[in-house]
Structures are given as structure tokens and as C-alpha cells.
């Protein structure tokens, strides 16, 4: 079952717009990972925080994360049209055998040029 | 980092047929799973592929359907048994690799079609 919850389900911004994501799971957690997925292919990561971080950046990517209320959020700054894609927050839970990750239900964006 | 292959890319099977997928691994990894991602959805973990043992199955999949092979640490397969079109879907190896951040590392992806 999925462990998060994503929204908006569906973004549409325009070009050089700010788009952000919000992730919500349910169990504690070891480490939030974002990934983003082109059309029904691979997932390519993105970045991860751990659950002792509160913000963590990558180039145009800036995740936070707040344990207390079991939320996440990813926001793409300066949006591109090659930003357009779904994006996908997946926990690493603190239960069960190492390191399975739990996804969330995705955010589609897109952005128009 | 880790680069993940996957054979076929997708397929158009009949129902009642078995499609087996493969994915290779740059690298030495530890632990690697299958996913399904049905369409317009998000991921679904089918199971933890062990090497040198049985894989470990989620809620809802089961050995019979889903048979895995893990059989060094760089390679895996799925195969999707006695298919229907409800198993159309595109299907995900992923490994883990230790040291470094834990991330996991997903293949390109088998994108299924059950006729």
C-alpha cells in the first residue's frame, strides 16, 4: 500500500514559474526520496533528505521535510519545459528489511513554454 | 551510483503466455526489488529479489505469478506467469547500493502489454 500522499495530483505552470510539490506519508521514516519519472520510464532520483535534515538543495530543487507533521515538500525553481514530467516522493521506512521504499501517489507537472 | 539495464523494453504478450524480464547492474549491489507501475499510477513494490534465497513478496503477489531469480549480485529476473491483460503495466528493477546516501537506483523500465 502506499505509505504518502502528493499534491497537487496534477500542476500545469508556465515557463520560468516556481512549481511545488507537496508529500505526505504516514510512519516514521529512516529518509524521504524524490524522483522524477519521463513518460512512463525509469525513475531518476533526485534528491534525498534524511529524517534528521530539515532542508536540503540541489541546483534548482529545494526539499524540506517536517517530521512533526510528516511532510515534504520539493519546489523546482525557474521551471523549464524539459521540467515536465511526474514527480514522486518515496519513503524508506524504519520497519522491516532495509532500504524498501514506499511510494507516494505522484505529482504530474507540466510546464508549458 | 549504479547503472541499471532492463530487457525487453516492453513487449505486446497473449494472455495465458509468460514474459520473463531482466535486469543487470553495473555493479555488485545487495539488495535489488521489483516494481509494478500500473498505468496513470505510482510504483508498487512486488517483492525484495535475495540473492541465494527466496524472494521476499509483498501483500498481493505471490511466488506463482511472479517468480524471481536473483541468482549473483549484479542480475535478476521477473517473470509475469500465465498472463491477463490486468498485468499490462511497465515493470521496475531497482537495486540498492550501500554506502554513500542508500539511494536506490531504478532500470528503464519493461513496458507490458497484455492482448
Not at chain 1, 507537496?22 to 524521504?32: A, D, Q
Not at chain 1, 530539515?54 to 515534504?72: A, N, Q, Y
Not at chain 1, 521540467?83 to 521506512?93: H, K, L, N, Q, V
Not at chain 2, 541499471?4 to 513487449?11: E, G, H, L, V
Amino acid at each position: 500500500s502506499q505509505q504518502g500522499e502528493e499534491d497537487p495530483q496534477a500542476l500545469s505552470i508556465q515557463e520560468g514559474e516556481n512549481a511545488t510539490m507537496n508529500c505526505s506519508y504516514k510512519t516514521s521514516i529512516n529518509n524521504l526520496q524524490w524522483y522524477r519519472q519521463n513518460s512512463g520510464r525509469g525513475l531518476v532520483h533526485l534528491i534525498l533528505i534524511r529524517s534528521n535534515e530539515r532542508e536540503k538543495h540541489s541546483g534548482r530543487l529545494r526539499v524540506t521535510l517536517d517530521t512533526s507533521k510528516k511532510s515534504s515538500s520539493l519546489l523546482i525553481t525557474a521551471s523549464r519545459a524539459a521540467d515536465t514530467a511526474s514527480y514522486f516522493c518515496a519513503t524508506d521506512g524504519m520497519t522491516g528489511a532495509g532500504n524498501m521504499l514506499t511510494f507516494g501517489g505522484g505529482t504530474r507537472l507540466m510546464v508549458k513554454p | 551510483s549504479a547503472v541499471i539495464s532492463q530487457k525487453p523494453s516492453r513487449d505486446i504478450c497473449q494472455r495465458g503466455t509468460s514474459l520473463t524480464i531482466q535486469c543487470q547492474v553495473d555493479s555488485q549491489v545487495t539488495m535489488m526489488f521489483w516494481y509494478r507501475q500500473q498505468p496513470g499510477q505510482s510504483l508498487t513494490l512486488i517483492a525484495t529479489a535475495n540473492q541465494g534465497s527466496e524472494a521476499t513478496y509483498e501483500s498481493g503477489f505471490v511466488i506463482d505469478k511472479f517468480p524471481i531469480s536473483r541468482p549473483n549480485l549484479t542480475f535478476s529476473t521477473l517473470t509475469v506467469s500465465n498472463m491477463s491483460p490486468e498485468d499490462s503495466s511497465i515493470y521496475l528493477c531497482s537495486a540498492w547500493v550501500a554506502g554513500g546516501q542508500e539511494t536506490q537506483y531504478f532500470g528503464p523500465g519493461t513496458r507490458l502489454l497484455v492482448l
